[in-house]
């Protein structure tokens, strides 16, 4: 024991002066820059809160106006929302028509429209409605894919019904349908030539498992919809009534074929064309009784190129 002490004692004794000063103030000079790493990295940690939680508040509480201004310009300013409130996820505005940038035609549908955005499975749900022209809600939900994106438009308040939560779109056959129906004179909102014709009457439309897939540039329809013209009348006529008109659409794939035909009417309008990746091309031509050719004379010359009694539609 005398032996270990003697050794204990000489190694403390060669230990250099203020060895354990030194020792001191490197353990304190550690401790400190610990802390300063442990403050920085807060303050980093802090900052990234912030930001993703600017980022969260940003996308819950983004103002409706937000939403409006993607309308007006997926549409080249031909629907805008105006007044828009809420948020873009719910909110509400009033919907009109334009003929595009510098037009001074307009037109507003009375009361408001009003959408309620949420996910909806693995894409999202967007449900509109509106007092005057939507009976039933109308959802379209939204499923993105690997290089496609779907979009079905349904009756919203049988949104759950059509298709359980992750099905596959489409396993159970057609959704159910969508209708709605608007004012015709809303339509002299879009500028020539409806502003000439200034339609009174009713749109109804009427749609079947409507559904669109965008894939690889290419969009595909299916299903079908109906746009109705029901007792219509126009200021450039004398006559009370001119009929009632169906526009059909039927999606066949990479193209959608269309159809119009007179259901009763002193004009008898008639024709078919389609739309597709090629553009769109439409035939028709709109004639008239005899009784009321004079009636319909200057019709006949605004919807399309007279030859002689009757008036051809050619587009495309």
Not at 160 to 171: F, H, K, L
Not at 289 to 299: D, I, K, Q
Request: proline letters at 4%; a positive charge; hydrophobic letters at 40%.
């Amino acid at each position: 024991m005398s032996w270990f002490s003697s050794v204990k004692r000489g190694t403390a004794a060669w230990k250099p002066k203020g060895f354990e000063a030194t020792s001191r103030w490197l353990e304190s000079t550690l401790e400190t820059v610990k802390w300063e790493k442990m403050r920085q990295a807060g303050r980093r940690w802090g900052r990234w809160g912030a930001v993703l939680g600017g980022l969260l508040g940003l996308m819950l509480f983004a103002p409706a106006s937000w939403l409006a201004d993607a309308v007006n310009s997926r549409t080249g300013g031909r629907l805008i929302l105006a007044e828009a409130q809420g948020t873009v996820w719910s909110g509400d505005a009033v919907a009109v028509l334009t003929g595009g940038p510098g037009s001074r035609d307009a037109r507003a549908l009375p009361g408001r429209l009003g959408w309620h955005l949420r996910p909806h499975g693995l894409g999202l749900k967007l449900e509109l409605t509106q007092d005057c022209c939507l009976p039933e809600p109308v959802a379209l939900i939204v499923r993105p894919g690997w290089g496609r994106v779907q979009a079905e438009l349904i009756n919203g308040r049988q949104a759950q019904a059509a298709a359980p939560e992750g099905a596959a779109p489409g396993a159970q056959g057609f959704g159910p349908g969508v209708s709605g129906q608007w004012p015709a004179g809303w339509l002299s909102g879009l500028g020539t030539p409806w502003n000439t014709l200034e339609l009174t009457g009713t749109l109804r439309l009427n749609t079947q498992g409507l559904r669109m897939v965008w894939a690889q540039g290419r969009l595909q329809v299916e299903g079908r919809a109906d746009l109705v013209f029901q007792d219509v009348a126009s200021r450039v006529t004398t006559l009370d009534r001119l009929g009632t008109y169906r526009l059909s659409l039927d999606g066949m794939q990479d193209q959608v074929m269309l159809g119009l035909s007179t259901e009763n009417g002193a004009l008898q309008l008639s024709g078919s064309g389609s739309v597709g990746s090629a553009g769109a091309r439409f035939r028709g031509e709109a004639t008239a009784s005899e009784a009321e050719r004079g009636a319909l004379s200057n019709l006949l010359s605004i919807i399309g190129r007279r030859e002689g009694d009757r008036s051809v539609i050619s587009i495309g």
